[in-house]
């Protein structure tokens, strides 16, 4: 794609999300809607950009980001693992795959409220549900990848006399990263959604909570501050991943 | 992949292992807030036959019905259109990176002020929670057909919309499932926790009440509940799923074997 290609793809993008903002300010300007159940964009931005100087957000934003890196961590390290093993080994297949069939599909926030009553309101709670939510995503995509490693490089890997232990981190893992990464892009997005989502319910600190706290003193302005932070978390985590993606990727045919 | 004798039976068995497991947790922890598995199971007859209970539950199936027919109604066309033309990508994909991450059950509490705390909140909520991960890989699905057939259409006379309902459509089916399943299982979710925040009907209703009074039995059944009903609905739609696109299907069933 040449420069100028990018360019107008970038210009194009951009209508949309500066229609929206248009809108929004006309509803404003031209009174449909009070300013206590939608404020004007400029306020809602100048309170952002306000309140992302104040310590006391960036420590919510700080709790967040914990419980979301920590949660997404714990997922990746689980799914890849469970996901390589049971694609390997016909034992852990057998066992795995009926408990990932009858788990997957599981609404997992409507265990939320088991997790509250076993393990407290505190961090380990979010975090157990974000690792929930965020493990089958991985998971899925690691088997998924890890069974359609081509049985032919695995051949020739023994054929060179390489060990089965290293034909695992030398060929099976290597040749999976593309579909593992993809898993890793749906669990970031979801451990965004969940981690939000399980501050909303039951919190003291957090973004979510800063939600729920606005809704309930009919703070609209702080209502959209905590989601336009979230949405630009998404963003920056996403393009860090790609960045990540790029750069592992680099020897694949297309990245 | 053929589902043969033991691997019908086999997610059958992980849900009683996975009951058994529960059952042995709770009576070796005994806590007063962790039922154990057969508890649990005992307290669904009397929310199952409870009228009200059953109409709060139809109640938000019939919302995560509607919204889910909606945004599958919708997305797919989006999203095959943003398959097929470079301008259209490029006009929709930022704004949707940017709503992607947001939760959209977080939207509720805006949505509410302005369409108040009824069934239509809900379902806008669920239909904008749906509707990403479909147009999503619609998208994906409609990019990655092949050029050739489609040149092939072109030149044996179809027309733009021809080709995308007898090529383009069915080659992109596969994965367009993909993201109805996925969306499904993100229906599930929102409609929960809609109704954990707005409690004015609906199966989160009961159990967030139920964890509130400290009905502890009722909290866990409504898990089993509202578990199964995730469950059983993946059920039906791979069943449909595999009925559809049957000649797509992947043929990784076997193990590697190096070990």
């Known amino acids: ?255 | 992949m053929k589902p043969t004798g033991i691997w019908r039976v086999a997610p059958l068995l992980a849900c009683l292992g996975l009951l058994v497991v529960w059952q042995a947790a709770a009576l070796a922890l005994r806590n007063d807030s962790f039922p154990t598995a057969l508890d649990a199971i005992r307290a669904i007859p009397s929310i199952l036959g409870d009228k009200e209970s059953l109409i709060n539950i139809m109640a938000s199936l019939r919302r995560m019905v509607i919204g889910f027919a909606l945004a599958v109604a919708i997305s797919v066309p989006l999203g095959l259109m943003m398959g097929r033309s470079r301008a259209v990508a490029a006009f929709f994909n930022p704004l949707l990176m940017v709503i992607y991450p947001v939760p959209k059950a977080a939207l509720m509490p805006i949505i509410m002020l302005w369409l108040g705390v009824g069934d239509v909140s809900k379902t806008l909520v669920i239909f904008l929670g749906v509707s990403l991960p479909v147009i999503y890989h619609s998208f994906e699905g409609a990019r990655a057909v092949e050029e050739k057939m489609i040149w092939s259409g072109a030149a044996m006379g179809l027309s733009t919309v021809q080709r995308m309902f007898r090529i383009i459509l069915p080659a992109a089916l596969p994965e367009i499932l993909t993201g109805c399943r996925t969306g499904l299982v993100l229906a599930l979710i929102t409609m929960v926790t809609s109704e954990m925040i707005a409690r004015q009907s609906g199966a989160g209703n009961i159990l967030f009440n139920a964890l509130d009074m400290g009905q502890y039995d009722t909290v866990f059944a409504m898990i089993i509940i509202v578990g199964a009903m995730g469950i059983c609905l993946d059920t039906a739609f791979e069943r449909i799923r595999a009925r559809l696109v049957r000649w797509s299907e992947p043929s990784f069933n076997m193990p590697l074997s190096f070990s």
């Open chain 1, 1 to 255: 794609m040449n420069s100028r290609a990018l360019t107008t793809d970038l210009l194009l993008g951009a209508i949309p999300i500066a229609l929206l903002i248009g809108v929004w300010q006309a509803i404003n300007s031209f009174g449909y809607a009070p300013a206590t159940l939608l404020p004007p964009p400029g306020l809602v931005f100048s309170r952002l950009f306000h309140q992302l100087f104040d310590p006391t957000f960036q420590f919510q934003i700080a709790t967040t980001l914990f419980r979301l890196f920590t949660g997404f961590a714990i997922a990746v390290v689980l799914g890849v693992s469970l996901g390589i093993a049971a694609a390997t080994h016909p034992a852990i297949n057998a066992l795995v795959r009926p408990v990932v069939r009858v788990l997957a599909p599981l609404p997992k926030v409507a265990l939320y409220p088991a997790f509250l009553l076993l393990l407290g309101f505190d961090h380990e709670s979010k975090i157990t549900l974000v690792v929930a939510d965020a493990l089958f995503p991985i998971l899925l995509s690691t088997y998924y990848g890890a069974s359609t490693v081509e049985q032919k490089l695995i051949w020739s890997a023994m054929a060179a006399g390489t060990p089965p232990r290293q034909i695992l981190f030398k060929v099976v893992l290597p040749a999976s990263i593309p579909s593992i990464l993809t898993g890793c892009r749906i669990g970031l997005v979801i451990s965004c959604i969940v981690v939000f989502l399980a501050e909303m319910i039951t919190s003291t600190n957090g973004l979510g909570f800063v939600l729920v706290t606005a809704a309930r003193t009919f703070q609209t302005v702080d209502m959209f501050v905590p989601l336009i932070t979230i949405s630009l978390l998404g963003l920056i985590l996403n393009g860090l991943l790609q960045a990540g993606r790029s750069y592992l990727l680099r020897g694949f045919p297309e990245a």
